[in-house]
């Protein structure tokens, strides 16, 4: 009923750039959030990126404030996140998700894309 997929995801060298896409279909929230998460070999999951899919409030890890922007565009049920200045630490497998409520900052999300590759060389 609810699938994300994910696309953008590549090869780059420390200190480029890259735009991820997640195309949303399926998704009746009243109230809801999208994000993003990534995965490094040998790690856990972890938050990098969310925001209301209404439109107004972000949040962010941390490590990636600064240089990762997450947005959307409604009219193509799509999410973006805007990965900047990137480094090998950031080699990981990157998921989109959504939830509904309103908490950003949670790994507890109802939906999950199947996740897309994004390696940095340094």
Do not use: H
């Amino acid at each position: 009923q609810v699938y994300l997929v994910e696309s953008g995801g590549g090869s780059v060298q420390a200190g480029g750039s890259l735009r991820l896409s997640c195309a949303a279909s399926g998704l009746r929230f009243n109230s809801g959030v999208m994000g993003w998460f990534r995965q490094a070999p040998g790690k856990e999951r972890e938050f990098v990126a969310g925001m209301w899919w209404s439109g107004g409030r972000t949040d962010y890890a941390d490590v990636v404030k600064g240089r990762f922007t997450i947005s959307r565009d409604n009219a193509k049920n799509t999410v973006y996140l805007q990965m900047n200045s990137l480094k090998f630490e950031d080699t990981a497998v990157y998921y989109c998700a959504a939830k509904a409520g309103l908490l950003i900052k949670t790994t507890a999300y109802d939906y999950w894309g199947q996740g897309i590759q994004v390696s940095v060389s340094s």
